[in-house]
């Protein structure tokens, strides 16, 4: 098979996929995340309620990052966890516990960063600072109280 007889058969299918969806089927987002829904979406920027082991394995990843890359990481890690956590889910609701957990994480990293200027006022993102100061460093509040 040649690569334009592969493009085609690619392209067939995905129409194929997309008149089912028209026929009743569910929409699946071809660009998005695997096992995400779109379905009844709404806006899916809002903060749920997610597991607290989960939230806390999320801001444990912020820590890991500022202790051992100065706040810098590749984000494989925190992509993972998020992953693994959302797919246990129901599809409608993993778009919204993605979002939530991102904003757990990134808010953490900003308490981390404000933290570390406290002690070190020149500090920025990947700029090696004394990580001993973090011994003393206490989680932020759960954002979905």
């Not at 090696?128 to 973090?134: Q, R, V």
């Amino acid at each position: 098979m040649t690569i334009n007889q592969l493009v085609q058969s690619q392209q067939q299918r995905r129409i194929e996929q997309l008149s089912q969806g028209r026929q009743g089927a569910p929409h699946v987002n071809p660009y998005g995340t695997p096992g995400m829904s779109l379905n009844n979406a709404g806006d899916y920027r809002k903060l749920i309620q997610v597991d607290s082991s989960v939230a806390q394995q999320v801001k444990q990843i912020a820590f890991e990052h500022m202790k051992n890359s100065y706040g810098m990481s590749s984000g494989e890690d925190i992509s993972a966890a998020i992953r693994e956590y959302t797919m246990s889910l129901e599809p409608e609701q993993r778009l919204s516990a993605s979002w939530t957990l991102n904003e757990m994480f990134h808010q953490e990293s900003v308490r981390l960063a404000g933290y570390v200027r406290q002690h070190n006022p020149g500090w920025d993102w990947g700029t090696p600072f004394d990580t001993s100061i973090l011994d003393s460093y206490c989680q932020g509040v759960d954002v979905t109280a």
